[in-house]
């Protein structure tokens, strides 16, 4: 693994306008942290990566690094690029694994952050570093939304979600409140009376969208995100239709095959999937079968009846009329995208939400109340770990710029200049 690693890293031109940064999200400084690792400053190259993004282990399994960095290679043009996910992986578990800093000094503000998914631990750990006071609410048993109960273990092993709860949070003094929903027993209302003096929303999507045909409440017929919630809770039986080919829908096949199913047919709408390459060539290496241009129409005990359709010269599709077919199936499951649930907005007064249910809030996370502010999935719609990063990396410090804005605060900054 390390001396592949190291081939990678010394292949590397250390580019002076590096396309590969350009091409990553959240720009991670490619080049500097390749070149610190050759040099053999493999712990300053980890904190460059930690700093510049929180989930950088996580990101470097999880990106769709074919779209992002390593697409943008300069290498790729004429051969392979330089595989940069290896190496942020290597450096990024390997510091990961001595870290072991405590809290920062403690400046005796309260924040609280609703949801531990990617962008609820982004701001989280950049509030700790500047010494806030952090409590996490989380309506789950365990932290990390998506990465811990959507993607699959075999893509994101759930012991990288137990060192990031180590290391970044309780041992940085992150207080953590599992199986606590707001907007049930507790709202946002009381956090203010509690003294919190800036709330953060990160909760995700997690309503799956319906197809609005008949048949989806039968008992065979399951939801993509609640299946992958906790797939031993589901008897497939031996053949299974996926209904949808985005990243989602791949998950879905992938642990069915894994589970036990023996047949198991994506079906997509259009002529392609919407998945990245990447993941549907390991669908179809793992044995799952993609049938394109059909339709739902509807879902019976049997199976699901699918409609053809037709690709037209402008890039619309039109159904086939008399082309309806049975396709045989033992278990559905419905992943085509989530939208947000509203359980936060119903119980709290003055947050406005688009026509789509997602909380409105600028580039910096300001909602419609000022003291309240949101990103990622619930605030963009279904996106990807690392633009809930690097959305939430702005909102942090716009947290922190309205809180040092505070009368009270800034009075308090004063006294303690006066005393000093
Ligand atoms: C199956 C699947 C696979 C994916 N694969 C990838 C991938 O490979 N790469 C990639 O980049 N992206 C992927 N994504 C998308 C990515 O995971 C999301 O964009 C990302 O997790 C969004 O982060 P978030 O913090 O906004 O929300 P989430 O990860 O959804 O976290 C929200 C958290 O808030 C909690 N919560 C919700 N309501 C409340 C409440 N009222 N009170 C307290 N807590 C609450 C939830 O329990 C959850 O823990 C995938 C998504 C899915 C569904
Ligand atoms: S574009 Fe490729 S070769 Fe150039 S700095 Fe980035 S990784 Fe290295």
Same mark, same amino acid.
């Given at each position: 693994m390390?001396?592949? @690693?190291?081939?990678?890293?010394?292949?590397?031109?250390?580019?002076?306008?590096?396309?590969?940064?350009?091409?990553?999200?959240?720009?991670?400084?490619?080049?500097?942290?390749?070149?610190?690792?050759?040099?053999?400053?493999?712990d300053?190259?980890?904190?460059?990566l930690?700093?510049?993004?929180?989930?950088?282990?996580?990101?470097?399994?999880?990106?769709?690094?074919?779209?992002?960095?390593?697409?943008?290679?300069?290498?790729?043009?004429?051969?392979?690029?330089?595989?940069?996910?290896?190496?942020?992986?290597?450096?990024?578990?390997?510091?990961?694994?001595?870290?072991v800093?405590g809290?920062?000094?403690s400046?005796?503000?309260?924040?609280?952050?609703?949801?531990?998914?990617?962008? #609820?631990?982004?701001?989280?750990?950049?509030?700790?570093?500047?010494? =806030?006071?952090?409590?996490?609410?989380?309506?789950?048993d365990?932290?990390?939304?998506?990465?811990r109960?959507?993607?699959?273990e075999?893509?994101?092993?759930?012991?990288?979600?137990?060192?990031?709860?180590y290391?970044?949070?309780?041992?940085?003094?992150?207080?953590?409140?599992?199986?606590?929903?707001?907007?049930g027993?507790?709202?946002?209302?009381?956090?203010?009376?509690?003294?919190?003096?800036?709330?953060?929303? #990160?909760t995700?999507?997690?309503?799956?969208?319906?197809?609005?045909?008949?048949?989806?409440?039968?008992?065979?017929?399951?939801?993509?995100?609640?299946?992958?919630?906790?797939?031993?809770s589901?008897?497939?039986?031996?053949?299974?239709?996926?209904?949808?080919?985005?990243?989602?829908?791949m998950?879905?096949? /992938?642990?069915?095959?894994?589970?036990?199913?023996? =047949?198991?047919?994506?079906?997509?709408?259009?002529d392609?999937?919407?998945?990245?390459?990447?993941?549907s060539?390991?669908?179809?290496?793992?044995?799952?079968?993609?049938?394109?241009?059909?339709?739902?129409?509807?879902?019976?005990?049997?199976?699901?009846?699918?409609?053809?359709?037709?690709?037209?010269?402008?890039?619309?599709?039109?159904?086939?009329?008399?082309?309806?077919?049975?396709?045989?199936?033992?278990?559905?499951?419905?992943?085509?995208?989530?939208?947000? /649930?509203? /359980?936060?907005?119903?119980?709290?007064?003055g947050?406005?939400?688009?026509?789509? #249910?997602?909380?409105l809030?600028?580039?910096?996370g300001?909602?419609?109340?000022?003291?309240?502010?949101?990103?990622?999935?619930? @605030?963009?719609?279904?996106?990807?770990?690392?633009?809930?990063?690097?959305?939430?990396?702005?909102?942090?410090?716009?947290?922190?710029?309205?809180?040092?804005?505070?009368?009270?605060?800034?009075?308090?900054?004063?006294?303690?200049?006066?005393?000093?």
């Amino acid at each position: 693994m390390a001396i592949h @690693v190291l081939d990678e890293a010394h292949r590397c031109l250390n580019c002076k306008v590096p396309q590969c940064q350009k091409g990553c999200p959240i720009h991670t400084p490619i080049p500097q942290v390749i070149q610190l690792m050759l040099n053999g400053k493999l712990d300053e190259a980890g904190k460059t990566l930690f700093e510049n993004n929180p989930l950088t282990t996580v990101c470097s399994l999880v990106c769709n690094h074919e779209g992002q960095c390593e697409g943008h290679c300069v290498l790729g043009r004429k051969g392979a690029p330089v595989h940069f996910s290896a190496i942020e992986n290597y450096i990024s578990t390997t510091y990961s694994s001595k870290m072991v800093h405590g809290p920062a000094a403690s400046n005796g503000i309260r924040v609280a952050i609703i949801g531990s998914g990617p962008a #609820g631990l982004t701001i989280a750990v950049i509030l700790a570093r500047k010494g =806030y006071q952090v409590t996490i609410f989380e309506g789950k048993d365990k932290i990390g939304g998506v990465l811990r109960y959507g993607i699959p273990e075999f893509r994101l092993p759930k012991s990288i979600l137990d060192d990031f709860e180590y290391r970044h949070l309780r041992l940085k003094d992150i207080k953590v409140r599992p199986n606590t929903s707001i907007g049930g027993a507790i709202g946002i209302d009381d956090l203010l009376r509690d003294g919190y003096k800036a709330i953060f929303v #990160g909760t995700g999507v997690w309503q799956p969208n319906t197809l609005h045909i008949k048949g989806e409440t039968l008992g065979h017929v399951h939801f993509g995100i609640n299946y992958l919630n906790n797939p031993d809770s589901f008897h497939l039986g031996e053949r299974v239709i996926v209904i949808g080919a985005g990243n989602a829908a791949m998950d879905v096949a /992938r642990t069915a095959m894994r589970k036990g199913a023996r =047949y198991v047919q994506c079906f997509s709408r259009s002529d392609t999937v919407q998945a990245s390459k990447h993941e549907s060539d390991y669908a179809i290496l793992e044995g799952v079968e993609f049938i394109y241009c059909k339709a739902p129409k509807e879902i019976v005990d049997e199976g699901v009846i699918f409609i053809d359709r037709e690709k037209q010269e402008d890039g619309t599709y039109v159904e086939i009329p008399g082309t309806e077919k049975l396709y045989p199936a033992d278990s559905v499951i419905i992943s085509v995208s989530q939208g947000p /649930r509203n /359980r936060i907005v119903n119980s709290t007064q003055g947050l406005s939400v688009s026509e789509r #249910g997602l909380l409105l809030a600028d580039e910096n996370g300001h909602t419609t109340r000022p003291e309240i502010f949101a990103s990622g999935d619930v @605030v963009n719609g279904a996106r990807t770990v690392v633009e809930a990063v690097a959305h939430s990396k702005k909102v942090a410090e716009a947290m922190d710029a309205y809180i040092q804005s505070l009368p009270e605060i800034k009075e308090q900054k004063e006294k303690m200049i006066s005393i000093q």
